[in-house]
């Protein structure tokens, strides 16, 4: 079974730029998230969606960051403009069902670098 | 925000012998998991257990939980230099995942 893909793996950018990060999840998984995780921090949950509607990005910046799951299937998470608090590591994660009784299974990342 | 808190951040200790790390939270929850992440990797989910669970076990993994102290552990027995990387418990309250900052395990050998 093919994992959760994402790229770029790695990119640098300067403020006030903009970024996409792309995530193709595992085929068949109805749930999606997207994470930012902070060097030295846990993953904080920026979105979540189930198929192609959003279930919840309260934590979702969204006067600069933006997210899209069309088809249901691969999603992308955009940044514009980027600021230096945005470097972290962008991890999408996948489920089969939305999160309460199963696992979720994650991406490699993408690590951004804002300069 | 963070919901689950670990405790000890950093753990050292010798291979064979074995690592208890501990995650505290302060709402209700519906489940409580664990992951790993090695360095530089994504998250690898290590063990779920429900709320009306008190102890699980997958091969040298141990988790319990404590859903009056609001408190779980998980204890790794035996550990091998590739147990080395971070720990994180998260929580699950009606499908609101929120993940610690993780416990940072160096197995040396």
């Known amino acids: 079974e093919a994992g959760v893909a994402q790229s770029p793996r790695y990119k640098i950018i300067e403020k006030r730029q903009s970024v996409a990060f792309w995530c193709n999840p595992i085929?068949?998984?109805?749930?999606l998230y997207w994470y930012q995780q902070i060097l030295g921090q846990g993953p904080k949950l920026l979105i979540q969606?189930?198929?192609?509607?959003?279930?919840?990005d309260s934590q979702l910046p969204k006067d600069r960051f933006s997210a899209e799951r069309l088809k249901g299937v691969d999603s992308t998470l955009k940044i514009q403009p980027a600021k230096l608090e945005d470097s972290a590591v962008y991890l999408c994660?996948?489920?089969?069902?939305?999160?309460?009784?199963?696992?979720?299974?994650f991406g490699p990342g993408t690590r951004l670098t804002v300069t | 925000s963070q919901q689950g808190e670990e405790d000890p951040q950093a753990l050292s200790i010798q291979e064979g012998e074995n690592a208890t790390m501990n995650c505290s939270y302060k709402?209700?929850?519906?489940?409580l998991q664990w992951y790993r992440q090695n360095s530089g990797r994504g998250l690898v989910h290590l063990i779920l257990?429900?709320?009306?669970?008190r102890e699980k076990h997958s091969g040298r993994l141990r988790v319990t939980l404590d859903t009056s102290k609001k408190s779980s552990s998980l204890l790794i027995t035996a550990s091998r230099a590739a147990d080395t990387a971070s720990y994180f418990c998260?929580?699950?309250?009606?499908?609101?995942?929120?993940f610690g900052a993780g416990t940072r395990l160096t197995v040396k050998p």
């Open positions: 257990i429900r709320s009306n669970e």
């Open positions: 085929s068949g998984h109805a749930t």
């Open positions: 994660a996948s489920s089969l069902v939305p999160t309460g009784s199963y696992e979720q299974y």
């Open positions: 709402t209700s929850i519906n489940n």
């Open positions: 969606f189930q198929n192609n509607g959003v279930v919840d």
């Open positions: 998260a929580t699950d309250n009606n499908n609101d995942m929120r």
